[in-house]
């Protein structure tokens, strides 16, 4: 049974008075232990379809179900199960909190020290970073403590958004790395947002193509990469392979 399901999906916004479609038709399905990357250009309607699995839109067509239930019915429980780790680390983190609160912000409870000190070094930090503040990291560190946080409550889905993509390429590299053994161990479902295909390539098993707001190609990463049948997907390949 998928974990996760988007059924006839529609989003609709309004720009300057007026409706915008920002998906629509759009069908996806994610299983248990599932690492899916949805990829796409700027606009294409990735990042709303991330926010619509998250219950952070509402649809304005179609459903999402959580574990076979609408999450309109229980929206708390799909917030229980799942995790969101942002693009840009400095604007996810609470500036004037200590890392240690912020890591333990997801158990709704005060976490205990041997708690902290697990999820930093889970994902490479040293104990001792749990009194420092977010300031006093580099990027690099600051996106592993939001990877902590985010992993801290044993989440079911984790969903990435572009979080790599404001960092360095030595460090795009630890971190994606970081990601994907945790996915190994933990076997959480991932939904990777890009619109990089090599990060996909990296991390996932399945994509997801994204193209005005629709989904127009979908498969195993290596069939869709090696033979991809839609022009969309051509010519994403080709501008990765251009960078």
């Known amino acids: 049974m998928s974990l996760l399901e988007i059924i006839d999906g529609e989003v609709t916004y309004t720009r300057r008075g007026e409706p915008f479609v920002a998906i629509r038709d759009v069908n996806l399905a994610i299983a248990p232990g599932d690492r899916v990357g949805i990829v796409g250009g700027s606009g294409s309607g990735k990042t709303t379809i991330a926010r619509l699995m998250l219950g952070l839109v509402q649809p304005s067509a179609g459903e999402v179900r959580f574990g076979g239930r609408p999450i309109a019915e229980d929206l708390s429980a799909l917030r229980r199960a799942a995790s969101l780790v942002f693009q840009d ?28 000190a697990t999820a930093l070094e889970e994902v490479g930090l040293e104990p001792g970073m749990a009194r420092r503040f977010p300031h006093q990291l580099s990027g690099g560190q600051r996106q592993r403590v939001a990877i902590a946080r985010a992993l801290i409550a044993d989440p079911q889905l984790l969903v990435a958004d572009e979080p790599v993509s404001a960092l360095d390429v030595l460090v795009r590299a630890q971190v994606l790395r970081l990601i994907r053994d945790e996915a190994d161990t933990r076997r959480f479902a991932l939904a990777m947002i890009s619109h990089d295909l090599t990060v996909v390539r990296q991390v996932c098993n399945r994509v997801v193509v994204v193209h005005g707001g629709a989904i127009v190609e979908e498969g195993p990463v290596g069939r869709v990469f090696d033979d991809p049948q839609h022009e969309y997907t051509r010519r994403l390949l080709d501008a990765t392979l251009t960078l």
């Open 89 to 116: 680390p400095n604007s996810s983190l609470n500036p004037r909190m200590r890392v240690g609160r912020i890591i333990e912000e997801p158990l709704r409870r005060r976490g205990t020290p041997a708690e902290i």
